[in-house]
């Protein structure tokens, strides 16, 4: 009798941890629906206006919203809300789409590639620490003045290079002799934009043939 009653005590402990388990779970799947993601990537919205092209940033970040406007290539005025705010920045967005600023098409951006030179073909793991470091200084100038981001770091033949997807070439390349003349990183060889990128890249198909 007694080993009966141990079976059925055994039977009833498992039978309140598995109806645990289902709330816990039911729960858990309640909250994952509450965080849901509104902003998957960063909406970058432009619009040409007197003396410039002025950008509204909207992007998410650890359960916060993020919203940059400013002027291309001049620091944004950020502010941030909680994700439970969303229907507040949805409106916005609308609103900004509304007064005519859209998206730019990746085809319509154009490249932004700063060049070191290296001692030997790839760069020792100094040089290469170097490349990552103004990596990102100039991502992050770049998100904070509203003009493009990252695409590819590189090294070979002397040479490496971080380049860049930007709306405006030569508003970049101000704000990035400003940035970075007179400092550590102002040693560069280059900024070459898209013609010159390709000029470049056929020179050394061409050596390598």
């Given at each position: 009798m007694q080993r009966i009653r141990n079976f059925l005590f055994l039977f009833l402990i498992i039978g309140v941890f598995k109806l645990l388990g289902l709330v816990f779970g039911l729960f858990g799947l309640l909250g994952g629906k509450n965080k849901k993601q509104h902003l998957d990537t960063t909406l970058r919205l432009y619009?040409?206006?007197?003396?410039?092209?002025?950008?509204?940033?909207?992007?998410?970040?650890?359960?916060?919203?993020?919203?940059?406007?400013?002027?291309?290539?001049?620091?944004?005025?950020?502010r941030n809300v909680p994700v439970s705010d969303w229907p507040e920045i949805e409106a916005e967005i609308a609103a900004a789409r509304a007064e005519g600023f859209a998206e730019i098409d990746d085809d319509d951006l154009q490249i932004f590639q700063?060049?070191?030179?290296?001692?030997?073909?790839?760069?020792?793991?100094?040089?290469?620490?170097?490349?990552?470091?103004?990596?990102?200084?100039?991502?992050?100038?770049?998100a904070l003045t509203g003009q493009g981001y990252w695409i590819d770091s590189a090294s070979g033949m002397g040479t490496m290079e971080n380049t860049f997807l930007v709306v405006d070439f030569e508003v970049a390349r101000a704000s990035v002799k400003d940035l970075l003349d007179g400092t550590e990183f102002?040693?560069?060889?280059?900024?070459?934009?898209?013609e010159e990128l390709a000029e470049v890249d056929q020179i050394r198909a061409e050596a390598s043939a």
């Open positions: 619009r040409r206006v007197p003396g410039g092209i002025a950008f509204a940033w909207f992007y998410e970040i650890d359960g916060m919203l993020f919203v940059d406007r400013g002027t291309l290539g001049e620091m944004a005025g950020r700063i060049v070191y030179a290296v001692d030997d073909t790839f760069g020792s793991s100094d040089e290469l620490a170097k490349r990552n470091a103004v990596l990102d200084l100039l991502d992050e100038h770049f102002g040693d560069y060889i280059a900024l070459r934009n898209t």
